[in-house]
């Protein structure tokens, strides 16, 4: 699966947040495409985005809440593309990934931002429904000056995740995106070649004896009818 | 009350709606400020925004559904206007001027847009208050093309009142409200003043009626406790 990350950022480099996701995005298979840079007087080009959408299956927009949506860089591209993306964006997913530095628990109704996150992002829910595309439930990256490292290590895979796993994953579609990601590891490959070989067997091991577990437990479900 | 109509539309010359906006809004105490118009290139002066703004009572966003929000323009506006709004804006009136080509009974849960108009307008919503505004009910124009005369004088009227009419009117201010734009008008006043005059007692008569008769109703109230 290859994805494509429209990422609309006015001041990307001064980003933490999105330093933090093009680095975790370097060894998937994603395209990052960040439309300030690309377009800095807002004239989008037709072709180059409409070939972009074509070669991948899963769009991202991804961006910090402003105002309660995106940008007005990821408006522009909305208004002048969307009209003739209609047999391009046909089928695929859509995902949002959504920087905030307000906590997650303000946006809920008593909370400081009154309404959920799906509530503001039902502009782009409903688009993806008139395509005829998958939404993706929203990634959410809240107030990440005040991660810890472990959760932001946490996040890291849940963002890699959320890039390159199949949609609603089951537990061995999981372990199989770990032993791929491991396997392809540059840095463990030249370091340590044996425990890169030895932890990619364990991993297969758990994956078979999760395997025989489910089958096993779909045996006796079908006995007990 | 003085209002600011903010209008966001990339090619206005042709849209009908927007014309049929602009002439109703002529002979009322209301500012006209079409963004690309004003901004072509999307640079918006701020000094200038944050003057308009103080000079008014009433703000109205003016604009077309683009993918269920404003377009590209409005967005801009917001990125480089609101955050040094906080002052200028403070408890004053956010309204909502949305034109659709889409039928006003197909925005709900199994039509085909899916959504309320009050779910995609959340954002705005949310921003009003934030600003500690008071947020009108959006005024939609669905489908003006295929309306009749005697829809469109109507929808005339109820816009009129959406810019320049009390927030939640009684009888007896919407009753003012047209004895006043009725003296003010000068086509009649040229050529009719005698009927205007006449219609204008006549208009007033019914007014002092309506009060008297809410009186009574009131008396009687107060008597049956």
Redesign the interface.
């Known amino acids: 699966m290859k994805t494509l990350i429209i990422v609309s950022h ?1 001041t990307i480099e001064t980003s933490l947040n999105q330093q933090f996701f093009k680095e975790a995005s370097i060894h998937l298979s994603a395209t990052w495409h960040h439309l300030e840079a690309c377009y800095p ?2 004239k989008i080009d037709l072709q180059t985005e409409l070939a972009l959408l074509k070669e991948h299956d899963r769009i991202i927009f991804q961006f910090p809440f ?7 860089h990821l ?2 591209w ?2 002048q593309v ?1 009209e003739s993306a209609t047999k391009v964006l046909l089928g695929k997913e859509l995902g949002i990934v959504l920087t905030t530095g307000v906590s997650e628990k303000e946006y809920q109704a008593g909370g400081k ?3 959920t996150i799906s ?2 992002l ?2 782009y ?3 993806a ?1 008139k395509f005829q595309m998958t939404f993706l439930p929203p990634f959410v990256l809240a107030q990440f000056m005040y991660l810890t490292e472990e959760q932001r290590f946490e996040r890291l895979i849940s963002y890699q995740q959320y890039l390159s796993l199949v949609e609603k994953p089951s537990l061995i579609n999981r372990i199989d995106w770990f032993i791929e990601r491991f396997a392809q590891n540059e840095i463990i490959k030249e370091k340590e070649p044996a425990k890169q070989q030895m932890i990619g067997d364990m991993l297969e091991e758990a994956k078979e004896n999760i395997e025989d577990l489910t089958f096993i437990l779909q045996e006796m479900k079908g006995r007990s009818l």
């Open positions: 006015p007087d807002g402003y105002w309660y949506s995106a940008p007005a408006k522009m909305q208004d969307l931002e009154e309404y509530e503001f039902r502009p829910q409903r688009i429904h």
